[in-house]
């Protein structure tokens, strides 16, 4: 296996030498150090030298870039990097769909880029559409490949910079299209210049917060390491990029694995169905449950999941969505069936209805986080400027940006979503 910075946390740790450097635990965890000689530095790196230059460019290789950067702190340091690489180039305005990830909003906000909303048909769909009306006065374009529910966005090139946050579709670069077709498409098969920002931890066998940039043929990433290193921890983990450097000898030695793993959630899919359980049509490693069907909101079969030994990636009032990834085993779809067959199912009953709200700006997103609020109650927020980010985590999609009006509908929404206290601007506070 080609597999540099593996290589050298092995050898370093076979010499037993004194650590007089950092971390403080002094070799607890052998493959956990710093910069030290040799071992490279993630922002300094370039094409040509060191050991996590070789594994990105190794990387870059397996997944088809022009350049791949390694991100120790998930996508959300991606995307904070992508966008910063966007503001270098002049991009005011980014026009972004509505159910984007929290990471997006907070990034135009400490950049001061304003965001102008696509709006999908669907609460937390990824599938907007965009024509030259829509994306008027925009520099550039954010969009999510895979939402929580396993949908998709229609593959169109803009006329301007794109930046895809393929946060849980990094898995996708591996599927053998001809047996599943184009339908799910990895943004670096799409053939045009653009950025997409993926985490490794999601889909791919990799530790918490790896993730990558990944630069397609045509896009300038000349300052990407200056630009990630605004955002980025001077320490970053050596033990997330020792993970993604182990996924490229896995991925070099068995292509096919992530396909094998699509096959066996296909078939679960196919005998869930057989036996009745209503699915939701999804991605390849995902399977969403459609609770209310089976007579349930999404919590309560999630926790007669849970009384079984298997825990869910997220439910909601409506749904429940359990994820796969190519560590996993044959044997753990045969205990996920058993314990989905296991709930016990009633009478169907309506879905909870997730409105598309769409609330009026009253003053720009990197504004409004940063003047003084205070925490209301959310039956008095009617009238009010938002000022903080609602967005639990899964999906971590904020309901209402900063900087917009909470009127009756929006507080409607969000009592909806369980939300009970705001964050709004502090009128009687000057700045």
């Known amino acids: 296996m080609n597999t540099p910075i593996c290589d050298f946390l092995e050898s370093y740790s076979s010499q037993r030498r004194l650590r007089l450097h950092m971390p403080g635990h002094k070799g607890e965890n052998p493959h956990d150090i710093t910069e030290i000689f040799g071992g490279d530095s993630l922002y300094d790196s370039d094409d040509t030298w060191g050991i996590i230059a070789q594994s990105e460019s190794m990387a870059a290789r397996i997944f088809g870039a022009q350049k791949t950067c390694y991100s120790c702190g998930g996508s959300t340091l991606a995307i904070q990097t992508a966008l910063a690489l966007l503001k270098a180039r002049g991009c005011k305005t980014i026009a972004a769909s509505r159910y984007s990830h929290r990471s997006l909003v907070s990034a135009a906000a400490l950049l001061q880029m304003n965001i102008k909303w696509l709006y999908p048909k669907e609460y937390l769909s990824a599938n907007v559409t965009y024509d030259s009306k829509a994306l008027r006065g925009a520099d550039a374009l954010f969009v999510t490949n895979i939402d929580y529910y396993g949908g998709t966005w229609k593959f169109v090139r803009p006329s301007i910079p794109l930046v895809v946050d393929n946060a849980h579709g990094a898995y996708l670069r591996f599927v053998d299209k001809r047996k599943y077709g184009t339908e799910y498409l990895h943004p670096l098969e799409l053939g045009f210049p653009l950025m997409s920002a993926e985490s490794a931890h999601k889909t791919l066998p990799v530790l918490t917060g790896g993730a990558y940039l990944h630069f397609a043929a045509g896009e300038d990433a000349s300052r990407v390491k200056e630009m990630m290193a605004m955002f980025g921890s001077s320490s970053p983990s050596y033990l997330v990029l020792e993970s993604l450097d182990r996924f490229n000898g896995a991925m070099a030695e068995d292509f096919d694995a992530i396909t094998r793993t699509c096959d066996a959630a296909l078939e679960l899919k196919k005998r869930l169905e057989t036996a009745g359980i209503p699915l939701v049509k999804s991605d390849y490693l995902r399977i969403v449950i459609d609770a209310r069907a089976c007579g349930m909101s999404g919590y309560e079969f999630a926790a007669s999941l849970r009384s079984s030994g298997v825990e ?49 700006a009253h003053i720009p997103v990197h504004e409004a986080m940063f003047l003084p609020q205070k925490i209301v109650p959310l039956e008095k927020a009617n009238g009010e400027v938002c000022a903080g980010l609602n967005a639990p985590c899964p999906p971590c999609v904020p309901l209402v940006m900063p900087g917009e009006i909470i009127d009756h509908n929006v507080a409607d929404a969000l009592k909806q979503y369980g939300v009970k206290n705001i964050a709004v601007l502090d009128r009687t506070k000057k700045v």
């Open 312 to 360: 869910c990636e997220m439910s909601d009032a409506n749904r429940v969505v359990l994820m796969f990834s190519s560590a996993n085993k044959i044997e753990d779809f045969e205990r996920a069936e058993i314990a989905i067959l296991f709930v016990r199912r009633k009478k169907s009953i309506a879905p909870e209805k997730y409105p598309v709200i769409k609330p009026t």
